[in-house]
């Protein structure tokens, strides 16, 4: 067995040797001639230079693969060649000839990485030997530079990849809340796939004021079959609902049956789709769903209890005919839970026990998506599949309203509103740690609803008044004829053991467009610095409204024992 794959070894060798270019850097013509005899039907190409001047030149203007070089040249000896060539090329396999026997010389060549050592005279074997080393090493360089090419090509493909499956999930509330009628909701999503290629996605679609509509999408089985059908199933239903929304004629039974009907005959004969249709309408206090084969809906009321909603329709496949539509009352639910079954199959490190066993309870005790995060973090070792999950949190059914204030478009009003804020918190905690992170997030966006919202100053002016050094004298034209007022709402929430303190700022500016929130988010690097970074980090979370004239944002008072 070692014989024959020392065999194999050899004759994958004897290849790529055979094309190899070859530069001989050597003064004496015997010795050239002698290099030739014996490396000639070795390599594709001998080229050869006289002294190390010429041999550098004739690196730098050939394919040169491989170095036989002697030590002591006229002009420029070899080590100072190869000096120079390690400057541009740090791999290429030399081979120093030399007769000189001293150890400086030896330790300078070493350093240089040379590859193998011939000492004059010159010996067949001995060169033939060096050669087949050095040609080993080229075949390592070169199998590892094209490793890293297709690495770098597969990680810029998968890079495409997934922004592509980035555009066709439609998400309308990205770090946004609902105000149906002063009924806020936090909307909040987890989209972690575990490859690049997601098996999973979904949908998060603004119908009207009073609805809002969902899609989970999970496809079977893993890898490209699975991606390509979640995403060709997930495009093809935001272009239904788009069409739907353009001709204000939204249906919700229609678009389960058109979208249905389209997949059908994409999907393979043992290929089937877990899916989550739920339309949430804010107004009748219902919840109307069609789920396929999907983990149940959990739902939280008033007094803490869980309720889930199953599945009450098998797999979509090719063969599927008919689907049940149902609705469910939502009147006094506090939160909702929707999710693939990535999370729950997901092993924990209790007896890998499945998370099942604890999403409902970690879904109870949880404030934010954020809380739940944690703990699915801590309670597992791995990610075992795509997770996907929808949580909405609809805060203002256990709020209690404990400040409110409007302030004027002016900087003196700013600094009041700070210190009204600042007064708020020590009346509520002893914990600077917490009260000094509400009043940076405070502070941030009172001053963008200020200059950004009702002076109407967008950021790219701003740094070029500022630039200028004429910023503060422009806040103080606009003031004059600024009457729009900044509205502060605070209210206290007690969720189990913890309160949080819910702060709402709203200006009567224009506001902006928040799915560009989407793209500051996903670069960080280019957009960091800006307050809305500043304010995430600092909080439990930042939501604006549709508008994006209002904005409210999470903190939570701490333990005054902790």
Not at 22 to 40: E, G
Not at 185 to 212: E, Q, W
Not at 299 to 318: D, G, Y
Request: with cysteine; charged share 25%.
């Amino acid at each position: 067995m070692k014989n024959t794959i020392c065999s194999e070894s050899s004759e994958f060798i004897y290849k790529h040797l055979k094309t190899l270019k070859v530069l001989c850097v050597d003064d004496c013509s015997t010795t050239r001639v002698l290099i030739d005899s014996i490396v000639s039907e070795m390599v594709d190409e001998i080229i050869f230079a006289k002294d190390g001047i010429e041999g550098y030149e004739k690196f730098q203007d050939n394919r040169v693969d491989l170095i036989i070089s002697d030590y002591d040249m006229p002009n420029e000896n070899g080590l100072d060649m190869i000096q120079k060539i390690r400057k541009q090329n740090a791999n290429i396999p030399i081979i120093l000839v030399s007769s000189i026997k001293k150890l400086d010389v030896a330790i300078k060549a070493l350093n240089l990485d040379v590859s193998a050592f011939v000492k004059k005279p010159i010996v067949k074997d001995e060169l033939e030997t060096a050669v087949k080393k050095s040609a080993k090493l080229f075949v390592a360089h070169k199998f590892l530079e094209e490793l890293k090419q297709k690495s770098e090509y597969s990680t810029h493909q998968e890079d495409i990849g997934f922004a592509k499956e980035l555009n066709i999930l439609r998400n309308d509330y990205y770090y946004q809340m609902t105000d149906y009628n002063g009924n806020v909701s936090l909307l909040d999503f987890i989209y972690h796939p575990k490859d690049v290629m997601s098996g999973d996605a979904y949908s998060a679609r603004h119908i009207d004021d009073n609805c809002t509509l969902y899609i989970v999408v999970d496809g079977m089985g893993k890898g490209l079959s699975a991606s390509l059908t979640a995403m060709i199933f997930t495009s093809f239903a935001n272009h239904i609902i788009d069409k739907m929304m353009f001709l204000d004629d939204f249906d919700f039974s229609v678009l389960i049956s058109e979208t249905m009907e389209y997949i059908k005959p994409i999907l393979l004969e043992e290929e089937s789709l877990s899916l989550d249709y739920v339309l949430i309408d804010n107004e009748h206090h219902k919840m109307i769903y069609s789920k396929f084969s999907m983990p149940p809906i959990l739902m939280q009321n008033q007094n803490s209890e869980i309720i889930k909603v199953r599945s009450n329709n098998p797999p979509l496949s090719k063969y599927s005919q008919t689907f049940n539509l149902d609705s469910i009352d939502i009147d006094g639910i506090t939160k909702f839970l929707i999710y693939s079954d990535g999370i729950v199959e997901n092993e924990t490190i209790y007896d890998d026990k499945p998370y099942s066993c604890y999403i409902e309870d970690d879904f109870l005790k949880a404030f934010t998506k954020e809380d739940l995060s944690h703990s699915f973090d801590l309670k597992t070792k791995k990610q075992d599949d795509d997770i996907t999950l929808v949580f909405v949190n609809q805060i203002t059914q256990y709020s209690k309203n404990i400040a409110h204030k409007q302030f004027d478009s002016k900087l003196k009003s700013i600094e009041e509103a700070n210190v009204w804020y600042e007064n708020i918190w020590k009346t509520l905690s002893s914990q600077q740690k917490a009260s000094s992170r509400a009043n940076i997030v405070f502070t941030e966006l009172i001053m963008n609803a200020y200059e950004h919202g009702n002076l109407a100053i967008p950021s790219k002016i701003k740094h070029s008044l500022m630039a200028d050094d004429t910023y503060l004298e422009t806040l103080t034209q606009k003031e004059k004829g600024c009457d729009k007022k900044i509205d502060v709402m605070v209210d206290m929430v007690k969720h189990l053991d913890e309160e949080y303190v819910v702060t709402k700022i709203s200006d009567e500016g224009d506001g902006f467009d928040t799915q560009t929130l989407s793209e500051i988010f996903r670069n960080s690097k280019k957009f960091h610095g800006r307050g809305v970074f500043v304010s995430r980090k600092n909080s439990f979370g930042i939501y604006y409204n549709s508008k994006g004239n209002s904005v409210l944002f999470i903190s939570k008072i701490e333990d005054q024992t902790s």
